[in-house]
């Protein structure tokens, strides 16, 4: 199983970004796709996922209204759009594949990708 992410970058404040994944290896469209962060000196912690059964998106109060995830089976690819970005968003973004429904659970995700770098000036 492999999970490359793409589409980091630096970014002013109240900019936008889209983070792709790209996914190989698995049943993509029966996993639940998922965005972790980790900031600088910070735990990695559950950004966004959308559930592979039924498209559901769930996410961390954080970034509601903000970011959003879409994902398309065919091409076995997951993106994550943030808009109105914040300096406090910068952090590395894994992407990570779960077969479980949903989680916000690092320890139920059995693929990560390597990261990207976020960065968002203020």
């Known amino acids: 199983v492999q999970l490359v992410e793409s589409g980091g970058g630096l970014v002013q404040a109240g900019g936008s970004l889209r983070l792709s994944c790209a996914a190989s290896?698995?049943?993509?469209?029966?996993?639940?796709m998922a965005w972790f962060r980790r900031a600088p000196g910070k735990e990695r912690e559950f950004v966004i996922a959308?559930?592979?059964?039924?498209?559901?998106?769930e996410s961390a109060d954080s970034v509601k209204g903000r970011f959003t995830i879409s994902r398309d089976n065919a091409k076995n690819m997951v993106y994550l759009q943030m808009n109105t970005l914040k300096p406090e968003d910068t952090a590395v973004y894994y992407c990570?594949?779960?077969?479980?429904?949903?989680?916000?659970?690092?320890?139920?995700?059995?693929?990560w990708g390597q990261g990207t770098q976020v960065t968002v000036s203020s």
């Open positions: 290896g698995l049943t993509f469209s029966h996993h639940t």
């Open positions: 990570a594949a779960t077969p479980v429904v949903f989680s916000a659970t690092e320890g139920s995700y059995v693929a």
């Open positions: 959308m559930r592979w059964n039924n498209g559901l998106i």
